[in-house]
C-alpha cells in the first residue's frame, strides 16, 4: 500500500498508456507528464501569490487581499481574469518582435529546467548523465530573454532594468555554479539522480543529506544567496526597484505579457528551490528514516513549499541592496568562499572517516567567513545616519 | 541523420545568415544567438551532451550577453542610414571562401583516415570528466593559468581607467 501511494503518478501514467498501442506509448508518456509539469507548476504560482501576499501583508502589519472569496484565496482567479482582459499594449516605438518573443523565451527556458528534476522516486521526466549541465545551460538563456524585453522596449528604465539584472545575474551564476560543483565533485555524477541517491542512506535514523557536512553547509548557504539574486528576489530585487526604475524590465508590459514575466518569475523560484532541495536536502527523500511510509513527492514538494515560505520571509525581512554593495558581496564575499569551499571539499574526501575532518574543515571555513566578512567591512565606517534636507 | 538534421542545419544557417545581413547590431547579435543555439542541438543530435551544454551554457550564456553588453555600451545600437557592408565586402568574401575551403579540405583529407569504426563511440561526460583530470590535465591547468592572468589584466585595466577618471 505505502509503495504504491508513493508510486501513485508513475502507476497512473502506466495505467493510462496501457490502453494506447505499443508504438504511441513513448511520445504520449513524454506529453502526459510535461503536461503535469507545465499544468501543476502554475497552480502552485497561484497558491503561492496569496500566500505571499497575505505573508507579507502579517509581516508589515496589514491584511493583505481579503475581498475575494473565503479569505481572499480565489484572489489568484481575480488577477488572472484580470490580465486575460486587459489590453495589450505595444509601444509605439518598441521592437515588436523582440518585444513578443522576450516573455515567451523566458516562460520557455524556465520550465525546461524541469525536465531534469527528480520530484519523487522515479518521478523524473528525462534522467540525463549532464542533468546538472542541462539545468544550468537553460538557466543561462533567460539572461538573454531579459536583456530582449528590456532593449526592445526603448524605454530608459526598462533598459537600465535589464542591464542591471543581467550584470547580477551573470555574477552571481559564477557563484551558484562554483556552490554546485562541490556536490558534483562528491558525488562523482552530474545526473541528479544519481545525486538524490547518493544522499539516500541513515545512519542512527538521520539522513545523509550533503547540507549536514561543513563543506555541505557552506555551499548550501552561498547556493541560497546566489539562487535568491538569480531569481531577482528581494534583497536582491535591484532589477525591478520600483521606487528608482517603476518596474525594471517589464515597465512597458501590460495583461497577459506582463503575467507571463510574473510567471516566470515564480517558476524560477520554484525551479532554484526544486534544485537545492534536490542539491543539499536530499530531493524527495524522508528527513527522518521512521518517515520514510510518508509518500517521496510529499517530502520534494513539502521542502518546495518551505524554501518558498523562505523566500516570502526574506522579502518581508530585508531591506534592499545597493547596486555596488550586490556587486561587492558576489565578487569579493561569495566567490572566494565558493573557490574556498572546493578546496574544503576536495580536502574532507582525502582525510578519510574520523572526527578530525569534521574539526579541520569546519574550522577553515569559519575562519575564512570571518576574516573575509571583517576584511570586506573594514573600510566601511558606520554609524548614525545624516540626513540633509534641501532648505 | 534524416529531416531533423537538415531542419536544426537550416535553422543555424538561417541565423548565421541572419547576424551576417542585419541591419540592426542588436538584432544581429540575437540572430547570432540563433546561431550558437542550432550549433547545441547539432551536438546533442551526435548525442555529444556535454559539448551541446557547454555550448548553451558558454556561447548563448555568457558570450551573447557579452556581445550585447559591448553594443550597447559603444553606442554602436544605433541603425546606420548607408547600407551595413563596408567597401571591401569583396576582400573579406574572398578571405572567408578561403579559410573554409582549408577547413573544408582538412576534414576531408582527415575523414578516411579515422578508423571506421561501426558502433557509435559511447562517451559520457563522466569519461570527458577523467580524461581531463587524467591524461588532459596539464593542458587544463596552462589554460586556467591562461585564463586567470587574462581575468586579471581585464581586472587591472578597468581599474586603470577608473583612477585615472579620478585624477581628471
Redesign the interface.
Known amino acids: 500500500m505505502i509503495e504504491r501511494l508513493d508510486q501513485i503518478f508513475v502507476l497512473l501514467k502506466h495505467w493510462l498508456l496501457g490502453y494506447l498501442p505499443e508504438s504511441w506509448q513513448t511520445p504520449v508518456g513524454v506529453i502526459i507528464s510535461v503536461a503535469c509539469i507545465v499544468g501543476l507548476y502554475p497552480a502552485l504560482f497561484a497558491v503561492t501569490t496569496v500566500l505571499e501576499r497575505k505573508g507579507v501583508g502579517r509581516i508589515q502589519n496589514r491584511l493583505g487581499p481579503n475581498r475575494v472569496g473565503p479569505y481572499g484565496i480565489l484572489q489568484p482567479m481575480a488577477d488572472g481574469i484580470k490580465s486575460l482582459t486587459k489590453e495589450d499594449i505595444v509601444p509605439t516605438s518598441a521592437d515588436a518582435v523582440v518585444h513578443f518573443l522576450a516573455p515567451i523565451i523566458l516562460v520557455v527556458t524556465v520550465f525546461m529546467g524541469f525536465a531534469v528534476l527528480p520530484m519523487g522516486r522515479n518521478m523524473v521526466l528525462v534522467d540525463m548523465d549532464a542533468g546538472l549541465l542541462f539545468y544550468f545551460a537553460m538557466g543561462a538563456s533567460t539572461e538573454l530573454s531579459v536583456f530582449m524585453a528590456g532593449w526592445s522596449s526603448r524605454n530608459k528604465y526598462s533598459l537600465l532594468g535589464a542591464m542591471r539584472a543581467v550584470a547580477q545575474m551573470i555574477s552571481y551564476e559564477v557563484a551558484l555554479l562554483l556552490s554546485s560543483v562541490v556536490i558534483v565533485m562528491m558525488t562523482g555524477s552530474l545526473s541528479l539522480v544519481k545525486i538524490v541517491e547518493a544522499q539516500n542512506h541513515y545512519s542512527y535514523g538521520l539522513p545523509h543529506w550533503y547540507i549536514f557536512t561543513p563543506w555541505g553547509f557552506a555551499a548550501f548557504i552561498m547556493y541560497a544567496i546566489a539562487g535568491t539574486a538569480e531569481t531577482n528576489r528581494s534583497p536582491f530585487d535591484l532589477p525591478e526597484g520600483e521606487s528608482e526604475l517603476v518596474a525594471g524590465y517589464h515597465t512597458e508590459y501590460s495583461g497577459f505579457k506582463f503575467a507571463l514575466f510574473f510567471l516566470g518569475e515564480y517558476v524560477a523560484m520554484f525551479s532554484i528551490s526544486g534544485l537545492g532541495s534536490t542539491l543539499f536536502l536530499g530531493g524527495w527523500m524522508a528527513p527522518l528514516s521512521g518517515l520514510q511510509f510518508i509518500p517521496s513527492w510529499i517530502w520534494f514538494f513539502g521542502k518546495l513549499f518551505v524554501s518558498m515560505c523562505v523566500f516570502i520571509w526574506l522579502r518581508g525581512t530585508l531591506p534592499r541592496l545597493r547596486q555596488d554593495q550586490l556587486m561587492n558581496f558576489a565578487w569579493k564575499f561569495v566567490l572566494p568562499m565558493c573557490l574556498l569551499n572546493l578546496f574544503v571539499a576536495a580536502l574532507w574526501r582525502f582525510m578519510g572517516d574520523g572526527w578530525l575532518r569534521w574539526i579541520v574543515c569546519s574550522a577553515i571555513l569559519i575562519v575564512a567567513y570571518f576574516s573575509i566578512g571583517r576584511e570586506g567591512m573594514r573600510r566601511k565606517h558606520f554609524g548614525p545616519r545624516s540626513y540633509r534636507y534641501a532648505a | 541523420m534524416g529531416s531533423v538534421f537538415y531542419v536544426i542545419s537550416a535553422f543555424s544557417v538561417g541565423g548565421a545568415l541572419a547576424a551576417v545581413l542585419l541591419k540592426n547590431l542588436?538584432?544581429a547579435a540575437?540572430a547570432l544567438?540563433i546561431a550558437f543555439f542550432g550549433l547545441?542541438l547539432l551536438f546533442l543530435r551526435l548525442d555529444a551532451?556535454?559539448a551541446g551544454?557547454?555550448q548553451?551554457?558558454v556561447y548563448?550564456?555568457?558570450v551573447?550577453?557579452l556581445v550585447?553588453?559591448a553594443i550597447?555600451l559603444t553606442k554602436g545600437s544605433e541603425v546606420p542610414k548607408e547600407g551595413v557592408f563596408s567597401k571591401s565586402w569583396l576582400v573579406g568574401l574572398a578571405i572567408a571562401a578561403g579559410v573554409f575551403a582549408a577547413l573544408a579540405w582538412a576534414v576531408m583529407q582527415a575523414a578516411p583516415s579515422l578508423p571506421n569504426e561501426a558502433a557509435v563511440p559511447a562517451i559520457?561526460?563522466?569519461d570527458i570528466g577523467n580524461a581531463l583530470m587524467s591524461r588532459y590535465v596539464l593542458p587544463l591547468e596552462i589554460i586556467a593559468v591562461l585564463l586567470t592572468a587574462a581575468l586579471l589584466g581585464a581586472v587591472i585595466v578597468a581599474m586603470h581607467e577608473k583612477e585615472r577618471s579620478r585624477q581628471g
Open positions: 542588436v538584432h540575437l544567438t547545441a551532451q556535454f551544454f557547454a548553451i551554457l548563448v550564456g555568457a551573447a550577453i550585447v553588453f550597447l559520457t561526460v563522466n
